[in-house]
């Protein structure tokens, strides 16, 4: 059964830091790997999406990478802003066309 | 506005009540998806549908019954609730129900459900 961790379950840095948030998952067998951003009340936005076949994905301020063999992947986050607080999701695609979630990492950037 | 809209966006029921939750989407997708976001939790897959018929059931209660009359349209009926089953339920499309490693899904807002 494929399960998904995110390490930290909370950070809280200043403004202008550069940081990573972790993903693992115990199953290599994914078809894609992808990082979503919540508000508080709010639903998911799609941050960055991760193809198996991929390495990694740049968008902005955003950099995802994935390491399918060990289980991993990492969102950078750089010149961190308060703009950027929210909770981190990260989810697999498996089999049966289901995402798997991690439990997220909640961020809050300090002005 | 992502182009997947539900309603109510909050909602407080009894136990013996019934009530629904609707979700639309306007972006012409083929399949749909319920999930359940509880406290502390990871999101929990409870329903695919594609194409109007449902392909996946993640071994839900039955007092969650969904219903997909057409592509843009997605209920779940709720009855007989209990309060373990507060939490907020996400609607979501993508394309497609495949396996395609470029299938993204769109969310909506989410209705936030509390049970008494």
């Known amino acids: 059964k494929q399960e998904v961790t995110q390490i930290p379950a909370a950070l809280s840095v200043p403004e202008g830091e550069n940081l990573v948030l972790n993903c693992s998952f115990t199953?290599?067998?994914?078809?894609?790997l992808q990082w979503f951003r919540q508000d508080p009340g709010k639903g998911l936005t799609s941050l960055l999406l991760?193809?198996?076949?991929?390495r990694e994905q740049t968008s902005g301020r955003l950099n995802a990478s994935l390491d399918k063999s060990s289980g991993r992947s990492t969102l950078y986050i750089a010149a961190s802003q308060p703009g950027d607080s929210a909770t981190y999701l990260c989810?697999?695609?498996?089999?049966?066309?289901?995402?798997?979630f991690g439990a997220g990492t909640i961020l809050r950037v300090k002005s | 506005e992502t182009g997947v809209t539900q309603t109510p966006r909050h909602l407080v029921m009894g136990m013996t009540n019934k009530k629904s939750l609707k979700c639309e989407q306007h972006?012409?997708?083929?399949?749909m998806y319920w999930y359940k976001q509880s406290a502390k939790k990871p999101l929990e897959l409870m329903f695919v549908?594609?194409?109007?018929?449902?392909?996946e059931n993640n071994s839900v209660p039955s007092r969650f019954s969904p219903e997909c009359p057409n592509s843009s349209h997605l209920f779940l009926h709720l009855h007989t609730l209990q309060p373990e089953d507060s939490a907020l339920y996400l609607c979501?499309?993508?394309?497609?129900?495949?396996?395609?490693?470029?299938?993204?899904?769109?969310f909506g807002a989410g209705s936030r459900l509390t049970v008494l």
């Open positions: 989810a697999v695609l498996v089999g049966g066309n289901k995402l798997v």
């Open positions: 972006l012409g997708h083929n399949a």
């Open positions: 979501a499309s993508s394309q497609e129900a495949g396996y395609s490693g470029a299938n993204v899904l769109t």
């Open positions: 199953d290599s067998a994914i078809y894609n």
């Open positions: 991760i193809q198996s076949s991929q």
């Open positions: 549908y594609s194409l109007e018929e449902r392909v």
